[in-house]
């Protein structure tokens, strides 16, 4: 029994600490518990999805386990998981690049717990430090590689929405250089499945400083965008309590509506 519990909590508990110490080193605090819960719960139906997807293709594609693991499943997986990431945005879930990046870590988390349950369930006698891998690192790989899909997406997205959120173009083409870079990860991950205590230590010594640099990234872009934005409300507020309009497009469309306007109508509208 003790061996048990010590397996399903190597194997479940560790990328969810990471998750939630990536949340609260979050300056901005964007995401609440239950956005956390429902993103987590968001990678699990891909992991869902996923399981027998694999399968199909582990049955008709003639490589073997180990190929298909090694060649095959990144492709599958992180275009799954990859999903996930496209409905945000489709929806408009994503506003600052920290978003991008703690959504994509949770929906890769959640994918891992499944999985490992999975595997849990299916191979109960494997040795302690198999599930240490698979915790350790298998885990926290999902999580870096939709993480930074993710964030990759939301630097094109924002690239070319920039100055016009108001004609918000979703496009699939922002997903495609994170999609490939999600693979890479995960392929270079599965490249020793007879030591795999060599991708275990790359992962960690990669993975969190590569998380918070992409945190660092995402504050500064998020702090700067505040204070631009800070300053084009203070120029509008100025503008207001002189008595003018301010010079950007919704002010020269309320002045123009107020001079179409009686007087009464015109100050109501002000």
């Known amino acids: 029994m003790i061996l048990e ?3 399903w909590s190597v194997a479940l508990v560790p990328v969810l600490v990471m ?3 990536f949340i609260w080193l979050d300056v901005f605090k964007l995401m609440t518990t239950w956005e956390t819960l429902g993103l987590l719960a968001l990678g699990g139906i891909t992991a869902i999805i996923a399981y027998p997807v694999s399968g199909v ?3 008709q594609l003639p490589l073997g386990y180990s190929n298909y693991s090694r060649f095959a499943a990144p492709w599958v997986e992180e275009l799954i998981k990859g999903l996930a990431i496209v409905g945000l945005f489709y929806f408009n879930r994503i506003g600052f690049k920290l978003d991008a990046v703690i959504s994509g870590f949770a929906i890769g988390a959640g994918f891992s717990v499944i999985e490992n349950i999975v595997y849990l369930t299916r191979f109960p006698d494997l040795a302690p430090s198999t599930w ?3 915790g350790l690192g298998t885990a926290v790989m999902h999580g870096t590689a939709v993480a ?3 964030a990759t997406a939301h630097e094109f997205a924002e690239r070319e929405n920039r100055g016009t959120a108001i004609d918000f173009n979703f496009n699939l083409a922002w997903f495609v250089p994170g999609y490939l870079a999600a693979v890479a990860i995960h392929t270079a991950f599965n490249q020793f499945p007879d030591q795999p205590i060599y991708p275990l230590i790359a992962t960690l010594a ?3 400083f590569l ?3 992409m945190f660092r990234f995402g504050a500064v872009e998020a702090q700067k965008w505040l204070s631009n934005e800070r300053e084009v409300h203070r120029v509008a507020l100025e503008a207001w309590q002189s008595g003018g309009y301010p010079a950007d497009d919704s002010g020269r469309k309320i002045a123009a509506l107020v001079a179409r306007s009686d007087p009464a109508t015109g100050e109501k509208i002000r």
């Open 57 to 59: 293709f582990l049955d």
């Open 5 to 7: 519990i010590t397996n």
């Open 148 to 150: 930074v899909l993710a």
């Open 19 to 21: 998750l939630m110490m």
């Open 211 to 213: 998380i918070m640099g």
């Open 206 to 208: 990669i993975a969190p």
């Open 132 to 134: 240490m891998v698979r």
